[in-house]
């Protein structure tokens, strides 16, 4: 093998562990919503105002680019864990110049959440509950949140979308101050 086959394989080994850890740690691995709950998703956003949109897991940054890209006047700020996701992301975001989004590598449940319009989260059940947690203990100022697939639990979402794909996937909206314990 040469020496570069031996790079390659080498940077493809660490790239998977880091992955296999993150997920393991993190209880998901970094995936991706449909073409079609983006969608959703961005006609759901672009009805929370003209503030600040937070995304709870960016992952590869598949949602945080185009809505940036889409709604230069607003600030998108995305926080991802796992290392080569929010690596690629931050690579990315500097190769389009996108002034307008900030990639944190923080865990959103320590961090104080700023001022937003909105926050969109792609997680799952058990995260669910603990950004639930999370709103209820803080009380972020923060107006609405849209979840792919997940409902927040024991609250009644403003809006459903059900997406038209085999699992007929929901796309929920909230009003954060009308989430109660």
Known sequence: MSAFGILLFTIALVVAISLIYSTVKLGISPMPSSSKAYGSMMALVKETGKGTIIDLGSGWGNFVFP???????????????????WLISTIIKNAFCLHNLTLYRKNFYHEKLPDASVIVCYLYPQAMNKV?????????????LISNNFALPFAQA?????LSDFYKSPVYLYHIAKITA
């Open 67 to 85: 809505i940036a890209r889409q709604m230069p006047e607003r600030q998108v700020i995305g926080y991802e864990l796992s290392l080569f996701p």
């Open 132 to 144: 639930k947690r999370k709103l209820l203990t803080e009380r972020p100022n923060v107006d609405f």
């Open 158 to 162: 403003s809006k459903k979308i059900q």
